[in-house]
């Protein structure tokens, strides 16, 4: 299993990115994906989750300026980003799971290398 995440980049506050994780060896529509985060010095922390049954999770931070999405088709999920923020500034990472503990590490088995997005003020 792979997942190659890109889409990152340089944005000022206030601008959008739209992140994409792309995955090979399992069939998406039956799991479940998770976008996470990781600033310099700071652990990795949840984002955004998509069940393979169509819920949505958010962390609070992004809620109402992020969106998790999915094309089953394409094996791909992605995250829309807007109204960036300086403190959105990390690595992001896509992972794969079949758990339903989202929010959590643990819940993902299969995770890609990662993309970075830097928010300038």
């Known amino acids: 299993v792979q997942l190659q995440a890109s889409g990152g980049g340089l944005v000022q506050a206030g601008g959008s990115l739209r992140l994409s994780c792309a995955i090979s060896?399992?069939?998406?529509?039956?799991?479940?994906m998770g976008w996470f985060r990781q600033a310099p010095g700071k652990e990795r922390e949840f984002v955004a989750a998509?069940?393979?049954?169509?819920?949505?999770y958010y962390t609070d931070s992004v809620k109402g300026r992020f969106t998790i999405s999915r094309d089953n088709a394409k094996n791909t999920v992605y995250l829309q980003m807007n109204s960036l923020k300086p403190e959105d500034t990390a690595v992001y990472y896509c992972?794969?799971?079949?758990?339903?503990?989202?929010?959590?590490?643990?819940?993902?088995?299969?995770w890609g290398e990662g993309t970075l997005v830097t928010v300038s003020s």
């Open positions: 992972a794969i799971g079949g758990s339903s503990r989202y929010p959590s590490t643990y819940a993902y088995d299969y």
């Open positions: 060896g399992r069939t998406l529509s039956s799991y479940n």
């Open positions: 998509d069940s393979w049954s169509g819920s949505v």
